[in-house]
């Protein structure tokens, strides 16, 4: 698998408020420029440093959503990595041609016309990490640069 770039840490919360001001307070990281968005299910925001992988918080919602689970089991802590891959269809394919099991989705939600796409392999497969493998080819250029300038979707 080509792997572009571990993006961001996945870290379940039960309280997003406190854990970025705990953040903001032990290592100067605040929230990016969209600041804390109430998505369907859950609440996120990402913590942006000047290199490395981005820090996201998510706080479940709703018991649907997949982050739920590992809360109510786990406790607060690290989900899973998000990870940037180039030929999409070809690795999940080849994963799945492992006997991996891969869990596709598209995300429209986050950011409005334009959507993209996930796989999600499993903790089970993980070492108890959810990996993310995100489709590279059609993330928005503005996702691909971590930040945004002035706090509106180009």
Same mark, same amino acid.
């Given at each position: ?68 689970? /590992?809360?109510? =089991?786990? +406790?607060?802590? &690290? ?6 891959? $180039?030929?999409?269809? !070809?690795?999940? %394919? ?26 999600? /392999?499993?903790? =089970?497969? +993980?070492?108890? &990490? ?6 590279? $080819?059609?993330?928005? !250029?503005?996702? %691909? ?10």
């Amino acid at each position: 698998m080509i792997v572009n770039k571990v993006d961001h840490v996945h870290l379940i919360v039960s309280n997003l408020d406190e854990t970025a001001k705990a953040f903001e307070k032990i290592l100067g990281l605040k929230p990016w420029s969209l600041g804390i968005k109430d998505l369907p299910g859950l609440r996120q925001t990402m913590l942006t440093p000047k290199d490395g992988a981005r820090i996201e918080l998510v706080q479940p919602t709703s018991d649907s959503e997949r982050f739920y689970k /590992v809360l109510k =089991e786990r +406790g607060d802590g &690290v989900y899973g990595l998000s990870i940037f891959i $180039e030929n999409f269809d !070809e690795e999940v %394919k080849k994963l799945k041609e492992k006997g991996v099991r891969v869990e596709e989705q598209t995300v429209e939600f986050l950011f409005p016309g334009h959507p993209f796409r996930l796989a999600w /392999v499993p903790p =089970e497969e +993980g070492q108890m &990490v959810w990996l993310e493998l995100v489709d590279m $080819e059609v993330l928005p !250029e503005f996702e %691909k640069a971590w930040e945004f300038t002035d706090g509106i979707i180009p």
